[in-house]
C-alpha cells in the first residue's frame, strides 16, 4: 500500500509550499527510559504511581495505527521486531514503521543515573540489518520485512573532541545506511553538557549552524529525509527554511506540559516554515491518545486553531466520560519552556468562561471563517464537527464512528 509518508515528501519535495504536513507518534521512549517508559497507567489517579506495561503501550501502538491519522510510527528496536516484523502491523496501511537507530548516552534516564547530565556520547544498541529484518544479516529480500526508516540522534556540545566523536559516528551510520538502502531523519537535540557556555538565545544560531555545517558535507543519496529539532522560535526556524527550502525541518514535541503547550507549538511551528512534527511524551501521556492526535491532524489541516482544539479535546473528554488531567481551564495555560522562544509581546491566552480564547487586552481571538456544510444531519464546522451543537450522546457516537474508521 502506498504509505501517506512518501506521498507527502514526494509533494513538499516539489514544492515546499504545498501545505502537506507529516506527523509522527514517538512510540520509542524504551530506548530511553526503564520502567516508566510506557507511561502512567490509568491507576495513576489513585496516586499508586502504577505504569503501564509493555504490552499495554504496544496495544496504544497498534490502536493509533489502526486510527491511521499519523504518518509514521517511530519504535524500538525491539517493538519494530515484534510488531512489524512479526505481527506485520503496516501491512495495508499508510502508517510508515519506523525505529531509532542509535541510542546515545545523553538519553539513557534510568532512576538514580546521571547519565543525562554529562556529555553526549555517540552508541548505537540495534544495527540496520536487524531493524531491516529482525537479525543480524539480511538477504536482499528480507531488507523490506521491518522498518527501512530510522531515527539517527546527534547532540553537539561545542567541545570539539566530542562533537567529533559524534559527527565521525553518525559518518559511519550514513555509509551503512546507503549501502542497504536505509532512509534516515536526523534528530539534533540542544547540548546536554555545553563545555563552553553559550547563552539561552544563541542555542538556537548554534544549532542551525551545526546542521548545516554537518549536512555540507553529506551527498543528495545519503541525506536525511528531515530533520527533527527543538523548536527555537520563528527567527531560527525561518531562517533554516529559507537557507535550504529542500531541508525539511521538523519540530520534537518535548515534555508533556499543558493540552494547549502541545497544540500552539503545532501550529506556531507549521506558521513558521515546520513541516513535520514528532510528538512522543506530549501524545502518549494524553487522557485520550487517539482523540488527542485527532486534534493534532486538525490543526495542521487548517480546520482548528490550537485554542479551539483544546476546548473540542475536553468536549471529546466529556463525551467519553473521561477524566481531564487538568480543567479546561489550567489546560489552557502556556507552560512549556519550548514555547518561550515564541515572538515576544503574544498575549498570554486565557479561557473565557463563555467559551472562546480571551487575550490579555480582554478581546475574543477569533477563529478563522467558518466553512458549515451538513454531513449525516449534523453541522459540520471548518471541515470538523461543530461539538458546541451536538448533545453529549451525538459527540460519542461520532468519535467512536471516526475511531472505527468509518468517518
Known amino acids: 500500500m502506498d504509505k501517506a509518508l512518501d506521498i507527502k515528501l514526494a509533494k513538499i519535495n516539489a514544492d515546499p509550499s504545498c501545505g502537506e504536513f507529516i506527523i509522527a507518534d514517538a512510540k520509542d521512549p524504551d530506548m530511553a527510559y526503564g520502567i516508566a517508559a510506557p507511561g502512567r497507567s490509568p491507576e495513576h489517579y489513585s496516586q499508586e ?17 489502526k486510527q491511521g491519522l499519523v504518518d509514521i510510527m517511530l519504535m524500538s528496536a525491539h517493538t519494530n521486531s515484534i510488531l512489524t516484523i512479526q505481527e506485520r502491523l503496516f501491512d495495508g496501511s499508510h502508517v510508515t514503521p519506523a525505529a531509532r537507530c542509535n541510542d546515545t548516552t545523553d538519553i539513557h534516564f534510568v532512576r538514580n543515573g546521571a547519565y543525562g547530565t554529562q556529555p553526549s556520547l555517540p552508541f548505537r544498541t540495534a544495527t540496520l540489518d536487524q531493524l531491516q529484518c529482525g537479525k543480524v544479516e539480511c538477504s536482499p529480500s528480507e531488507r523490506l520485512l521491518g522498518a527501512n526508516l530510522g531515527l539517527y540522534s546527534i547532540t553537539f556540545n ?3 573532541a566530542l562533537d567529533r566523536q559524534t559527527i565521525a559516528a553518525y559518518r559511519d551510520f550514513r555509509i551503512e545506511a546507503e549501502r542497504k538502502g536505509f532512509r534516515h531523519f536526523l534528530e539534533v537535540f540542544d547540548p546536554n553538557a555545553l563545555a563552553s557556555p553559550i547563552d539561552v538565545e544563541h542555542i538556537g544560531a548554534f544549532v542551525n549552524d551545526s546542521i548545516i555545517r554537518t549536512l555540507a558535507g553529506v551527498p543528495e543519496t545519503a541525506r536525511p529525509v528531515f530533520l527533527k529539532m527543538v523548536y ?9 527554511v529559507h537557507y535550504d527550502p529542500k531541508l525539511i525541518v521538523g519540530i520534537l514535541g518535548g515534555s508533556s506540559g499543558t493540552t494547549y503547550d502541545a497544540f500552539k507549538l503545532l501550529a506556531e511551528a507549521q506558521k513558521y516554515g515546520a513541516k513535520v512534527a514528532l510528538f512522543g511524551r506530549k501524545i502518549n501521556n494524553a487522557e485520550h ?9 486538525r490543526i495542521v489541516d487548517g480546520q ?7 476546548a473540542a479535546y475536553h468536549g471529546v473528554l466529556q463525551a467519553l466520560g473521561l477524566k481531564p488531567y487538568r480543567s479546561l481551564q489550567e489546560d489552557m495555560q502556556l507552560t512549556n519552556p519550548t514555547m518561550s522562544y515564541a515572538r515576544s509581546g503574544s498575549p498570554k491566552v486565557q479561557v473565557s468562561m463563555a467559551g472562546g480564547a480571551r487575550t490579555a487586552a480582554g478581546t475574543i481571538a477569533k477563529p478563522a471563517p467558518a466553512t458549515r456544510a451538513v454531513v449525516d444531519g449534523k453541522t459540520w464546522n471548518n471541515g470538523g464537527p461543530d461539538f458546541a451543537s451536538m448533545t453529549k450522546e451525538e459527540r460519542l457516537a461520532y468519535y467512536r464512528k471516526r475511531v472505527s474508521g468509518g468517518g
Open 49 to 65: 504511581g502504577k505504569f503501564r506495561s509493555l504490552e499495554e503501550f504496544r496495544q496504544c501502538i497498534r490502536d493509533v495505527v
Open 158 to 160: 561545542n567541545d570539539a
Open 232 to 240: 527555537h522560535g520563528p527567527k531560527f526556524t525561518e531562517e533554516l
Open 289 to 297: 491518545q487517539l482523540a488527542f492526535i485527532q486534534m493534532l491532524r
Open 304 to 310: 482548528v486553531g490550537p485554542e479551539e482544539a483544546v
